[in-house]
């Protein structure tokens, strides 16, 4: 695909229209779930239930600069204007204008439950969890992907962090054995270099762990979200409120950081053919 400048590319373009016309789509033939009867309409939305979503965590996680992780505030701050803010803004209005909306006639029932009104208690308490990016007020529901996509992104962050500071201790501890036990350079180079990406006969000392072999143990991370998030859906709990760990944000995660790993890994000049295989294996989900 052409790029219109250096620094843009048409196909990710793409891949976020295509995911915005699935979330249309899906939305308008989910009907059908809660009561009809026709298959080929519930297969379609099934099918791209399937990967519409996780696309759009994907390609956050793509685009996540390894930079914040020294930085991490202005990530933080990034996160908090891009995604809390707005999901703060329109859940206080609709949780405000509850009693008024709920006496025009603007809910209705859902999954066998009707709404009603809010006591003055009640008010305050969903106003409270609001600004920790918590609600079950039905005209919210919709923001839902907001808060996962803020808390994955947090949890990436610090997950990226977490994993370079390990591999940073690791390899000072190495290095600190090999100069008071020189005899050991061969032997620990031999089995630790390749670990941090060293090549020929350069030492441990001269590796980073800003290569290719830190994504893969990213990656291996992720699937370890990927699995958590999975243990909690299957035990069926529920968020908490104040970090919102859930089984949906465990997965989001790993998505996002399975994005990071694609954009890091692949190289330039294989990164379409990349591209093509990822987006095929969501066609065939």
Not at 176 to 183: D, G, H, L
Request: proline share 2%; net charge positive.
């Amino acid at each position: 695909m052409t790029s219109l400048s250096s620094n843009h590319d048409d196909s990710i373009a793409i891949a976020k229209a295509l995911g915005i016309i699935f979330v249309v789509i899906g939305h308008c033939c989910a009907t059908p779930i809660q009561g009809g009867n026709s298959e080929w309409q519930i297969f379609i939305c099934k099918y791209i239930y399937s990967f519409h979503m996780p696309l759009f965590f994907f390609l956050s996680g793509y685009f996540f600069n390894l930079r914040y992780i020294d930085d991490k505030r202005t990530f933080v701050k990034k996160k908090i204007k891009g995604l809390w803010l707005p999901f703060v803004k329109w859940a206080l209005l609709f949780t405000v204008l509850h009693n008024l909306l709920l006496a025009l006639g603007m809910y209705g029932e859902w999954q066998g439950y009707m709404p009603e009104r809010y006591n003055l208690r009640t008010l305050i308490h969903k106003i409270i969890l609001v600004f920790f990016l918590q609600g079950d007020d039905q005209l919210i529901g919709g923001f839902w992907f907001l808060p996962v996509l803020f808390f994955s992104a947090i949890y990436s962050m610090i997950s990226l962090w977490f994993i370079r500071a390990v591999m940073e201790i690791i390899k000072s501890y190495i290095i600190e054995i090999q100069n008071k036990i020189p005899a050991c350079n061969n032997i620990l180079n031999a089995i630790f270099r390749p670990l941090y990406g060293g090549k020929g006969e350069c030492s441990l000392k001269e590796t980073n762990t800003n290569n290719e072999r830190f994504y893969v143990i990213v990656v291996i991370f992720a699937m370890f979200f990927f699995l958590a998030g999975s243990m909690v859906l299957l035990l069926k709990e529920k968020s908490m409120v104040i970090i919102g760990i859930s089984g949906m944000t465990f997965l989001a995660s790993a998505i996002f950081l399975s994005g990071y790993c694609m954009h890091k890994i692949v190289r330039k000049t294989t990164i379409d053919v990349y591209k093509k295989i990822f987006l095929l294996s969501l066609a065939l989900l």
